[in-house]
Nanobody, 117 residues
């Protein structure tokens, strides 16, 4: 069964850190691009960061550059999002997405991140 399972969200004070994980099951993780998205109430879902299958190339939304780091461990079928210097405006539900040309797009169920001021 294909699944993406996010974890690591929680409540943190502004300036704090969290590390999100996205564990993949049921497909060849190392062939897929992985992206992290977030959605705050009333807002559209926005791209936060992405990483290519090998992990050699990454990209970031300008709002998180220098604070967030995306990575992956293909031996563990897991992607990560290290979030430092968190701000209240980072509060959202964070989702991971797996995509490969010609294959279905897979989404996780999301993990809530709340940053208090």
């Amino acid at each position: 069964q294909v699944q993406l399972v996010e974890s690591g969200g929680g409540l943190v004070q502004a300036g704090g850190s969290l590390r999100l994980s996205c564990a993949a099951y049921g497909f060849t993780f190392s062939n897929f691009y992985i992206s992290w998205y977030r959605q705050a109430p009333g807002n559209d879902r926005e791209l936060v960061a992405n990483i290519n299958p090998s992990g050699a190339r990454t990209g970031y939304n300008d709002s998180v550059k220098g604070r967030f780091t995306i990575s992956r461990d293909n031996t563990r079928n897991t992607a990560f999002l290290q979030m430092n210097s968190l701000k209240p405006e980072d509060t959202a539900t964070y989702y991971c997405k797996a995509i490969q040309m010609g294959r279905p797009i897979y989404w996780g169920q999301g993990t809530q991140v709340t940053v208090s001021s």
